[in-house]
């Protein structure tokens, strides 16, 4: 019986969610377009849009032109019906955003670092932002170490949050969905949502990091996890006889845009061979405020160094905040309209 109920649940979750991203992507669509599109029975796809009206979810777009029968009607979905919080955690400080079902923002900020606090002042401080916002329906949090559906397994320096079960914590504190995410992981993620230019892109985003060097891997438009959630703690990859690619950097006083010196930008070239060689990705992606569009060219020249220049990745640099924010707003977004909100 419980698993029975648990399909139910399951199947509403499927063509809620599937209503909800049809009608964000393309506006204004009939019943009959609907179902066509997800491939559900007109009398199904009305039973649901009635309950969705009826939950406020859905805006009468128009009426269709007659062609001699009964117009039909249009309906849109309400981006302001639910709401979504992406909040990242960092050495220096704490950043959020506010978005509704179509991503816009609708507020942003920054507090102080939460990292070195007991984990409550985290949790009290989302909180506020809920009871300000009460039509928040899912939470995406991103943190500097590696995560294993939830749980930080790695996070150097932050002991209180080692080990730690933040999504299962935050859940049963707000009864909300959250999603949580390591820093490179959700970075590179909306820096593909938006470039929105190859369909299974194979990128490395290379964050020198206040924590530590880190990268976030996309093959074929996947996240790459590996068999125990560790994969893109680059800052063990081993590169010289006594040091990894973490001490290598620390050894270079490695600064803003422009400043490593040349044993980091040896260091960071020995990296972007390693990814050609192993990975063979698009692009390697940067913190324009660590490496710039200068540091770049010398990246390329010395990486040609280790592995032919034909096999290379092309090299960006991108708003490092920027693109770690939009990549925890794209998880929460899928989050909330594919129906864990129902």
Known sequence: MQEQIA????????????????????????????????GISFP?????????????????????????????QRYAYDPAHMLGLAIFLEKTETRFVIFDCKGEALEAGQAPTVLGDDVHILTAFIEQLVERHPKIRSVAVGVPGAVNNGRIIYIPSYETYHDFDLKGCLEARLGIPVVVENDMNAAVLGYND???????????????????????????????????????????????????????????????????????????????????????????????????????????????????????????????????????????LQLMIS???V
């Open 44 to 72: 199904t796809i009305s039973k649901f849009l009635g309950e969705m009206e009826r939950e406020g979810e859905l805006v009468p777009a128009r009426l269709d032109e007659s062609s001699g029968g009964r117009r039909a």
């Open 194 to 332: 938006k470039k929105g230019g190859l369909l299974s892109p194979s990128l490395v985003y290379l964050y020198l990091g206040q924590n530590g060097p880190g990268a976030g891997i996309l093959v074929g438009g996947d996240i790459v996890r590996g068999s125990t959630f560790f994969a893109g703690e680059v800052s063990f990859l081993p590169q010289y006889d006594a040091q990894n690619f973490g001490q290598a950097l620390n050894r270079s006083d490695a600064g803003g845009a422009d400043r490593l010196d040349e044993a980091g930008i040896d260091a960071v070239s020995r990296m972007v061979a390693a990814c050609a060689a192993i990975l063979n990705p698009h692009a390697v992606v940067f913190c324009r405020d660590e490496v710039g569009e200068a540091m770049l060219e010398r990246i390329a020249e010395r990486s040609a160094a280790y592995i032919p220049a034909a096999h290379l990745p092309s090299l960006a640099a991108s708003d490092w905040q920027q693109d770690y924010l939009d990549g925890l707003r794209y998880l929460g």
């Open 339 to 341: 129906g864990a909100s």
């Open 7 to 38: 399909t139910i649940k399951e199947r509403k979750k499927r063509i809620v969610g599937g209503i909800r991203s049809a009608l964000l992507t393309h506006g204004g669509m009939t019943k009959v377009e609907l179902s066509r599109m997800l």
